[in-house]
T-cell receptor, first 114, second 113 residues
Framework: EAAVTQSPRNKVAVTGGKVTLSCNQTNNHNNMYWYRQDTGHGLRLIHYSYGAGSTEKGDIPDGYKASRPSQENFSLILELATPSQTSVYFC?????????????FGKGTRLTVV | QQQVRQSSQSLTVWEGETAILNCSYENSAFDYFPWYQQFPGEGPALLIAIRSVSDKKEDGRFTIFFNKREKNLSLHIKDSQPGDSATYFCAASDSSGSWQLIFGSGTQLTVMP
């Protein structure tokens, strides 16, 4: 069964601190995505990747970096966390071009920056 | 500029009615349109999807109607059940170009028993 696992599930960080959100997928998908979800905005794309070693900017990349060291792992990094980055973050994997097109989401990470 | 728009933030229907959720998009290069269902505390899950070569896709009680000329689509949920109460997201992608999957802001559906 397709699986996307995020860690941690909950995180409290201090303003100015560094935060790393991790994502692992066992689907062997080329594409991986990081979204944030806020009330009234739906899911907004932060960064995405189309394979190991690649990262691309989404719609709202400012203040975030991404890293894709392997097919399975995709991290989102907040070098200097700010309260405006308090949100629920979702990682996803998929292959939109494939015959069985589906993007699978993890359960989310709730990040609070104080 | 919002590339994918869902016209209603919330929708309430009675059990047994057909719920209609609307979506429109800007980019004429979009050719893949999935709808995702999300329950509280969970990640979104694919419900049904359509490609722009079709104007209708049906899966059980769920049907997508797609109008390429008008750049809009709708999700119809027939015989709505209280268990269908969730947030529904329309999304779009240009599967031959960018790898981005762009989401609308979501419609929270409540089905009253």
């Amino acid at each position: 069964e397709a699986a996307v696992t995020q860690s941690p599930r909950n995180k409290v960080a201090v303003t100015g601190g560094k935060v790393t959100l991790s994502c692992n997928q066992t689907n062997n998908h080329n594409n991986m995505y990081w979204y944030r979800q806020d009330t009234g905005h739906g899911l907004r794309l932060i960064h995405y990747s189309y394979g190991a070693g690649s990262t691309e900017k989404g719609d709202i990349p400012d203040g975030y970096k991404a890293s894709r060291p392997s097919q399975e792992n995709f991290s989102l990094i907040l070098e200097l966390a700010t309260p405006s980055q308090t949100s629920v973050y979702f990682c996803a994997s998929g292959d939109i071009r494939g015959a069985n097109t589906e993007v699978f989401f993890g359960k989310g990470t709730r990040l609070t920056v104080v | 500029q919002q590339q994918v728009r869902q016209s209603s933030q919330s929708l309430t229907v009675w059990e047994g009615e057909t719920a209609i959720l609307n979506c429109s998009y800007e980019n004429s290069a979009f050719d893949y349109f999935p709808w995702y269902q999300q329950f509280p505390g969970e990640g979104p899950a694919l419900l049904i999807a359509i490609r722009s070569v079709s104007d209708k896709k049906e899966d059980g009680r769920f049907t997508i109607f797609f109008n390429k000329r008008e750049k809009n689509l709708s999700l119809h949920i027939k015989d709505s059940q209280p268990g269908d109460s969730a947030t529904y997201f329309c999304a779009a992608s240009d599967s031959s170009g960018s790898w981005q999957l762009i989401f609308g802001s979501g419609t929270q559906l409540t089905v009253m028993p």
